[in-house]
């Protein structure tokens, strides 16, 4: 199949336009640089081109060769360039890629010149034309065979009719004309590391005798000129050099370090990079500072509360909680395990579905009052008299603790003993294991309507005004604290001081030991509710609609805190952070170092009623309400995640009395006051590896 070449030094216009990818614009750009540089000696010529990039040089190489232009010599040389068409045929294409132009015989004239003056002519268009210049691969290529051929049979025909001998010399010369050159020599010219073009050590050389600002003045103008596929290519070999596994040359101590900061997220993924990577991201050390940051303290610790808190099942750990690492691919970190199992929980609780509930009956259509968990056991008082103890592993019941006359208001438990308090104005004393109630304590004269238990001893506090504080290993009575003039309704004991709230508006601190009064706490308006008290810091929720913090050395009010609507049905306070539930239906979050609301859970997912209980973490806000339903909350944004609990009966008389929770655990006391709702406890289970 023949293929047609374009003469770059005779092609028209129209027939550059034709080119690929060149148009009218660049065909009128080839032409003006025609002119302007005498004619084109090689087709390579077409990179002197503005705006002729590398790949339309690659698109029409192969379509393109260039006669060199020559002055006129004659008529002669007028007729033979006016005989030379702008186009060559040709019919064969060598291996690489390179064309080779088709010979041509040219038939005598009729009437031709003298032979010395042809011969003199023709020496002097063979000396001109003896080169048509092709590009193959941006490497010249040079065909030194065609126009000697074509003139040397031009000869032959001017002199068919001389003597066998003439016509032999003319033979003679044919043959000592050189062949095309093979496919293989074509090949060894392509540039190579070895075979480099012949310009670029002097190209090189000179670049190195720059200076640097020239050297950057070159190598921007060399990007410029670049094609997408060149800049890929410089990319490709400069990248590397700047790439280096700064990781692995640092000291260990100084890798482990500079890991620290990362997210376990990307300490996970870092661990996938290489070995020494790996070993680096699984080092113990650096994942106990990720626990400490989510609040796992003692590895220790928590082991052995998943152990309770599941029959049998323990924590494997395949190296000391100290071992920073070992030079083999370790096993996953102990410190790791734990974080990622802890991670799996708050999963649980946010986002996966919700396990199914176990509920546990036995207080009947009673109330239930009060209620107490410690991750494996759960004590639920009733106004039928009774204490139940359940499991929580199983939701057995284990124990019925019968012995009061009253209904049961207040209950403490500790992991050997349950205290109660009764309408009957007595305290009970119960054996957790046995059921047994170890002492009765007499001495209050009404109902005990708060409880607070610190190691072996508790204080209560009773409608009759008074606080007593209690040894509960004896049974005998140790102090009574005398100062208030109504109800007390709430009380508070860190071992060293008590803090109790009243009917009487009024907030004590007292001194047990000395049965003193240190401080009285004035401001509110209405009865005191509900109490927090951290050892530093007091606070204070009132029917008033009020939250005050006050110091506990000084007795000096520090904040106000206004925002609640309603009466402060519950508090928790963690690390100078409060939570607040109201019976206007809301709840807020507090600094009390600060005196400022930092959230309010409100908005379309709110409850729809008086929130009755609330419980907090480090990640999440638990709270139950009236409406008949659990909610979860974002602590840090205070966003809605989700209902954990829905009763069929919320606003129709279904109610949430109380919550207890643990990290895998949710404990409800749910019940109605018109029948409509069957009273029971509702465990949900959020464990990791169930």
């Not at 049979?153 to 066998?164: N, V, W």
């Not at 508070?492 to 907030?507: E, K, M």
Request: aromatic share 6%; with cysteine.
């Amino acid at each position: 199949m023949e293929k047609t070449l374009l003469d770059l030094n005779h092609a028209s216009l129209e027939e550059l336009a034709k080119l690929s990818d060149i148009g009218e614009k660049r065909a009128e750009a080839i032409i003006e640089y025609r002119k302007s540089s005498g004619g084109f000696t090689c087709v390579d010529d077409l990179k002197k081109i503005r705006g002729f990039s590398s790949r339309l040089y690659d698109l029409n190489r192969t379509k393109l060769f260039v006669t060199p232009l020559v002055p006129k010599r004659g008529k002669l040389r007028q007729r033979e360039k006016s005989r030379q068409s702008s186009r060559i045929q040709v019919s064969q294409i060598t291996p690489d890629g390179t064309p080779v132009p088709r010979q041509r015989r040219l038939l005598p004239r009729a009437k031709t010149k003298s032979n010395s003056e042809e011969e003199s002519d023709s020496s002097t268009i063979l000396e001109e034309n003896t080169s048509i210049d092709l590009s193959c691969r941006g490497t010249k290529r040079r065909i030194e065979y065609g126009c000697q051929s074509a003139l040397c049979e031009k000869k032959l025909c001017s002199t068919a009719k001389k003597s066998a001998s003439s016509r032999k010399e003319i033979h003679d010369h044919l043959g000592r004309i050189q062949p095309p050159p093979s496919a293989h020599a074509l090949h060894d010219r392509i540039p190579t590391k070895k075979h480099p073009p012949p310009e670029l050590d002097g190209w090189l050389t000179v670049f190195q005798r720059w200076t640097n600002a020239e050297r950057l003045m070159a190598l921007d103008r060399l990007i410029d000129g670049c094609e997408a596929t060149q800049v890929r290519h410089l990319m490709s070999v400069i990248e590397p050099q700047f790439q280096r596994d700064f990781i692995s040359l640092l000291p260990k101590e100084l890798a482990l370090y500079v890991l620290s900061f990362l997210e376990p997220r990307d300490l996970s993924r870092a661990a996938q990079t290489c070995r020494y990577w790996r070993i680096l991201a699984e080092d113990n050390l650096l994942w106990r500072e990720k626990c400490k940051e989510i609040g796992i303290e003692d590895l220790y610790e928590m082991q052995s509360r998943r152990r309770k808190l599941r029959t049998g099942s323990t924590l494997t750990t395949t190296r000391s909680l100290h071992d920073s690492g070992s030079p083999r691919p370790p096993s996953p970190s102990p410190w790791k395990l734990a974080y990622l199992y802890q991670q799996n929980i708050e999963l649980n609780w946010r986002s996966r579905p919700l396990p199914n509930p176990r509920v546990l009956k036995g207080h009947d259509d009673h109330v239930i009052t009060c209620l107490q968990f410690n991750g494996s056991r759960i004590v639920s008082g009733s106004d039928d008299n009774t204490l139940k103890i359940w499991s929580a592993i199983d939701g057995k019941c284990l124990k019925t603790l019968t012995g009061h006359t009253g209904g049961v208001w207040s209950s403490q438990m500790s992991d050997t003993v349950v205290v109660s308090g009764s309408t009957d104005r007595t305290l009970k004393v119960w054996n957790i294991n046995t059921g047994h109630c170890i002492h009765t304590l007499y001495g209050h004269t009404s109902t005990v309507r708060c409880l607070h238990m610190h190691g072996n001893k508790v204080v209560s506090g009773s409608r009759d005004a008074m606080l007593r504080v209690w040894d509960v290993t004896t049974g005998e009575c140790l102090h009574v604290l005398v100062g208030h003039v109504a109800a007390v309704r709430c009380v508070q004991y860190d071992g060293r001081l008590v803090v109790s709230g009243a009917y009487d508006f009024t907030v004590k601190v007292w001194d047990p030991e000395r049965e003193e009064c240190l401080h009285t706490l004035s401001g509110h308006t209405n009865r005191v509710y509900s109490l927090q008290f951290d050892g530093m810091h007091i606070v204070s929720g009132s029917l008033d609609t009020s939250i005050r913090v006050w110091d506990a050395e000084t007795g000096q009010a520090k904040h106000t805190l206004m925002g609640h609507q309603s009466l402060t049905s519950g508090m928790e306070l963690r690390q100078n952070i409060l939570v607040s539930g109201n019976a206007d239906s809301t709840v807020k979050i507090w600094d009390i170092s600060t005196g400022k609301c930092l959230q309010t859970l409100s908005g379309p997912n709110k409850h729809q009623s008086a929130v009755t209980c609330l419980q907090f973490n480090r990640k999440f806000v638990v709270t139950s309400s009236d409406d008949g339903t659990v909610k979860l909350w974002d602590l840090k944004t205070g966003e809605f995640v989700r209902n954990l609990v829905t009763l069929e009966s919320g606003g129709s008389g279904g109610v949430v009395w109380r919550i207890k929770t643990s990290d895998i655990k949710l404990v409800c006391a749910v019940g109605s006051r018109n029948g409509t709702e069957e009273t029971k406890l509702m465990v949900l289970d959020f464990d990791a590896e169930k």
